[in-house]
């Protein structure tokens, strides 16, 4: 695990992310409430016993709820958007993933935090294609929750 925190990988502009290839940020810990569990669930539908129900779950293989493993890849843009700053951008839109692997379960009450690494910077027509490597690490784990190859276009300004 990283031990590092509230780093920013910041370029002047997205030509620049070229130069930016290789470097790590590490964000702020987060915590996963069971309130937002909860949220997650009805905003999802996926009501599932090992996410809400505290007494079955406490039984169950994880020792208490857990977080659905899409509340985690959805909390990407609150955990790891903020690592990379980039000047004279237009805007920079989601492009996808590439891969993405569920590692380990985030118990409610459990601390994460994103870890990005700039993978590629690749220019396009429309901007520079951003692969990066984020791992989520929950406090005091062994494991990491996920880790996903996240793409992202940065568009110039003008």
Sequence with gaps: MSDGAGEVI???S???LADAVGRTATGEWFEITQERIAAFADATEDHQWIHLDAERAAAGPFGSTVAHGY???SLLPRLAASLVSVGRS????????DRLRFLA?????????A???????EPT????RLAS?????????????LVAHTLALYVPEG
């Design 125 to 128: 027509a429309n901007g520079v």
């Design 14 to 16: 997205p030509a620049a």
């Design 10 to 12: 910041a370029v002047d």
């Design 133 to 145: 490597k984020v791992t989520v690490e929950i406090e005091g784990a062994e494991k990491p929750a």
């Design 105 to 113: 379960p985030v118990p409610a009450g459990s601390r994460v935090r």
């Design 90 to 97: 237009a805007m920079v839109m989601n492009y996808g993933l």
């Design 115 to 121: 870890v990005t690494e700039i993978l590629s910077a």
């Design 71 to 73: 509340l985690t890849l």
